[in-house]
C-alpha cells in the first residue's frame, strides 16, 4: 500500500479521499459508512437558518423536499443526476452539532478528519450575530476544520445563472460572512466555490489568511431534463442542478485555474465535481487538489466505492513508483498555460504527408467503428478496414474510437 498520507490546513490527512458535504453528510449511518470505508476526512451536510416562521418558506431551496433527486440512466444519462434538494432548513446547527458529537469517537478511533459546514444564507447575511452564534454552536462539537459554500441562488433572487456582475455581488455579500467565521472560528476555514468566485474573491480571501479553498460548481450545471412520455420536465421550474461525471472536465479547468490563481503551495485545494473513479481523483488531483471530495457517485454506488477509489491511488502510485507530492499539480502549468498551447499547437500543424493512419490488422477485431469515418478515410472489406489517404483528412478520430488500441497516427 503507497503511502496515501496529505499534509492539508496544517494536519495531516490519511489520504486524499474525502465524503463531501450533502446528503452523505446528514446521517449518522452515512458518516459511519464513509469512515468505515476508509475515507480521510468526512464532512457533513450544511446547516441552515433556524426558521423563525415555522411553515414559511422563503426561498424554493429552503424546503426539505422528498423525493429530491433522480439519477438519469433511464432518460439517457449514465452517471447523472437531477437535484432539487437546495440546503433545507430542517438540519439546524444544533443538529449538525449533535451529529459531529455522535461520529467523533469513530473518526478518531479510523483517523478520519471531520469537517464542519455552514451554509451562509441571506438571513445569516443579514443577521451575523445569529451567524457568528451558529458557527460558535459547530465549532462546540470540536470538528477538525469548517467549510462554508456561498451558494450563487441564495443571493441573487434565486437566480442560478449569476453572470460577472451576479459573483461580484455574492462576494460584497460575501465580505461580513467570510470576516465573522475567521473571527470566530478555532479551526481553520475552507470556503468552497467555483473558478468564477475565486476570480472575484482570491485577494480577499488571501487576505483574510484563508489557505484552504475548495473547488466546485454549481451555477454552471444547471439544466433540465423532459420526461418525453409525459412530455413534462423531471422537475417544473427555470432549472436545476445537475450532478454527475458530465463535470469532470470543466471541473479539471476550474481545479487548475484556482490553483495558478492562488499560485505557489501555501493555499492548498480539495475539489469535487464529477469524480467516478480512482483514475478520476489522480486526474483532479494532477489539476492541483490536495484532496478529492466525492458526493454523487456515492450516492449510486454506495460506499463500497470510497474504498476502491482508496485502494486505486495506492496502487497507481506503486505501478508508477510516484508519491502524493509528484503527482498533485503535476498537469497545472501546462494547463494555465497559452505558450504551451501554442507549442502543442504548432506540434499539430503537419501536413498530410506528415501524418496518417496505421492500422495493425492483427489487432483489429472487425468493430467497424473507425469505418463510421465521416470523410470515407476508411472503410470495411471482408471485415477488415481499409484506409483511403487520398479521402483521408488526418483527423486523429479513428484512432481515439478504435476499441482495441489498433490504428495509430503514424508520423513522419
Ligand atoms: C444532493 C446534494 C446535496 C448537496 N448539499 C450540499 C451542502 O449542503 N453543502 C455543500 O457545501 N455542498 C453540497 N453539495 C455539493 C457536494 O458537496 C459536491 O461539492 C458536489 O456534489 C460535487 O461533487 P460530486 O460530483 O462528487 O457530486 C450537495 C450535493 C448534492 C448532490
Given at each position: 500500500?503507497?503511502?496515501?498520507?496529505?499534509?492539508?490546513?496544517?494536519?495531516?490527512?490519511?489520504?486524499?479521499?474525502?465524503?463531501?458535504?450533502?446528503?452523505?453528510?446528514?446521517?449518522?449511518?452515512?458518516?459511519?459508512?464513509?469512515?468505515?470505508?476508509?475515507?480521510?476526512?468526512?464532512?457533513?451536510?450544511s446547516?441552515?437558518?433556524?426558521?423563525?416562521?415555522?411553515?414559511?418558506?422563503?426561498?424554493?431551496?429552503?424546503?426539505?423536499?422528498?423525493?429530491?433527486?433522480?439519477?438519469?440512466?433511464k432518460?439517457?444519462?449514465?452517471?447523472?443526476?437531477?437535484?432539487?434538494?437546495?440546503?433545507?432548513?430542517?438540519?439546524t446547527?444544533?443538529d449538525?452539532?449533535?451529529?459531529?458529537?455522535?461520529i467523533?469517537?469513530?473518526?478518531?478511533?479510523?483517523?478520519?478528519?471531520?469537517?464542519?459546514?455552514?451554509?451562509p444564507?441571506?438571513?445569516?447575511?443579514?443577521?451575523?450575530?445569529?451567524?457568528?452564534?451558529?458557527?460558535?454552536?459547530?465549532?462546540?462539537?470540536e470538528?477538525?476544520?469548517?467549510?462554508?459554500?456561498?451558494?450563487?441562488?441564495?443571493?441573487?433572487?434565486?437566480?442560478?445563472?449569476?453572470?460577472?456582475?451576479?459573483?461580484?455581488?455574492?462576494?460584497?455579500?460575501?465580505?461580513?460572512?467570510?470576516?465573522?467565521?475567521?473571527?470566530?472560528?478555532?479551526?481553520?476555514?475552507?470556503?468552497?466555490?467555483?473558478h468564477?468566485?475565486?476570480?472575484?474573491?482570491?485577494?480577499?480571501?488571501?487576505?483574510?489568511?484563508?489557505?484552504?479553498?475548495?473547488?466546485?460548481?454549481?451555477?454552471?450545471?444547471?439544466?433540465?431534463?423532459?420526461?418525453?412520455?409525459?412530455?413534462?420536465?423531471?422537475?417544473?421550474?427555470?432549472?436545476?442542478?445537475?450532478?454527475?461525471?458530465?463535470?469532470?472536465?470543466?471541473?479539471?479547468?476550474?481545479?487548475a485555474?484556482?490553483?495558478?490563481?492562488?499560485?505557489?503551495?501555501?493555499?492548498?485545494?480539495?475539489?469535487?465535481?464529477?469524480?467516478?473513479?480512482?483514475?478520476?481523483?489522480?486526474?483532479?488531483?494532477?489539476?492541483?487538489?490536495?484532496?478529492?471530495?466525492?458526493?454523487?457517485?456515492?450516492?449510486?454506488?454506495?460506499?463500497?466505492?470510497?474504498?476502491?477509489?482508496?485502494?486505486?491511488?495506492?496502487?497507481?502510485?506503486?505501478?508508477?513508483?510516484?508519491?502524493?507530492?509528484?503527482?498533485?499539480?503535476?498537469?497545472?502549468?501546462?494547463?494555465?498555460?497559452?505558450?504551451?498551447?501554442?507549442?502543442?499547437?504548432?506540434e499539430?500543424?503537419?501536413?498530410?504527408?506528415?501524418?496518417?493512419?496505421?492500422?495493425?490488422?492483427?489487432?483489429?477485431?472487425?468493430?467497424?467503428?473507425?469505418?463510421?469515418?465521416?470523410?470515407?478515410?476508411?472503410?470495411?472489406?471482408?471485415?477488415?478496414?481499409?484506409?483511403?489517404?487520398?479521402?483521408?483528412?488526418?483527423?486523429?478520430?479513428?484512432e481515439?474510437?478504435?476499441?482495441?488500441?489498433?490504428?495509430?497516427?503514424?508520423?513522419?
Amino acid at each position: 500500500m503507497a503511502d496515501l498520507r496529505v499534509e492539508y490546513a496544517g494536519m495531516e490527512f490519511k489520504n486524499p479521499v474525502v465524503a463531501a458535504s450533502g446528503p452523505l453528510g446528514r446521517t449518522y449511518e452515512s458518516l459511519k459508512r464513509s469512515i468505515e470505508a476508509g475515507c480521510g476526512a468526512v464532512t457533513l451536510k450544511s446547516n441552515n437558518v433556524k426558521v423563525k416562521e415555522p411553515g414559511k418558506r422563503r426561498s424554493s431551496h429552503e424546503a426539505p423536499v422528498k423525493p429530491a433527486h433522480v439519477f438519469l440512466s433511464k432518460y439517457g444519462l449514465k452517471q447523472s443526476m437531477i437535484n432539487w434538494e437546495g440546503v433545507p432548513t430542517d438540519f439546524t446547527a444544533e443538529d449538525e452539532r449533535n451529529l459531529i458529537r455522535k461520529i467523533k469517537p469513530l473518526a478518531k478511533k479510523h483517523g478520519a478528519r471531520i469537517i464542519a459546514n455552514i451554509h451562509p444564507d441571506p438571513a445569516y447575511v443579514e443577521d451575523l450575530d445569529m451567524f457568528r452564534e451558529d458557527i460558535r454552536t459547530l465549532l462546540s462539537a470540536e470538528p477538525d476544520l469548517l467549510e462554508t459554500v456561498p451558494c450563487a441562488y441564495h443571493y441573487l433572487d434565486d437566480s442560478p445563472h449569476p453572470e460577472e456582475e451576479g459573483y461580484d455581488l455574492i462576494a460584497k455579500a460575501m465580505t461580513g460572512i467570510y470576516e465573522a467565521i475567521i473571527d470566530e472560528s478555532t479551526v481553520p476555514v475552507i470556503i468552497k466555490a467555483n473558478h468564477p468566485f475565486f476570480a472575484l474573491t482570491s485577494d480577499f480571501i488571501k487576505q483574510l489568511g484563508v489557505k484552504t479553498v475548495h473547488v466546485t460548481e454549481g451555477p454552471h450545471f444547471v439544466g433540465t431534463i423532459v420526461d418525453i412520455e409525459k412530455m413534462k420536465p423531471l422537475c417544473p421550474g427555470p432549472s436545476v442542478y445537475t450532478y454527475g461525471r458530465h463535470r469532470r472536465p470543466v471541473m479539471n479547468l476550474q481545479s487548475a485555474r484556482v490553483k495558478d490563481l492562488f499560485g505557489g503551495d501555501e493555499v492548498k485545494l480539495i475539489a469535487s465535481s464529477g469524480m467516478w473513479t480512482a483514475e478520476d481523483c489522480i486526474e483532479r488531483m494532477m489539476c492541483g487538489a490536495h484532496l478529492t471530495a466525492l458526493h454523487t457517485a456515492i450516492q449510486y454506488h454506495g460506499h463500497g466505492l470510497f474504498t476502491k477509489i482508496i485502494d486505486g491511488i495506492s496502487e497507481f502510485l506503486d505501478r508508477k513508483g510516484l508519491g502524493l507530492e509528484q503527482v498533485v499539480g503535476a498537469a497545472v502549468a501546462d494547463i494555465v498555460s497559452e505558450e504551451a498551447h501554442d507549442k502543442f499547437m504548432d506540434e499539430c500543424d503537419l501536413t498530410s504527408d506528415q501524418i496518417w493512419p496505421e492500422i495493425d490488422l492483427d489487432k483489429c477485431n472487425g468493430c467497424g467503428m473507425c469505418a463510421n469515418c465521416i470523410h470515407g478515410g476508411i472503410s470495411m472489406e471482408a471485415d477488415k478496414p481499409k484506409t483511403d489517404l487520398d479521402l483521408c483528412m488526418r483527423c486523429g478520430v479513428c484512432e481515439s474510437v478504435c476499441p482495441v488500441e489498433g490504428i495509430q497516427m503514424a508520423r513522419a
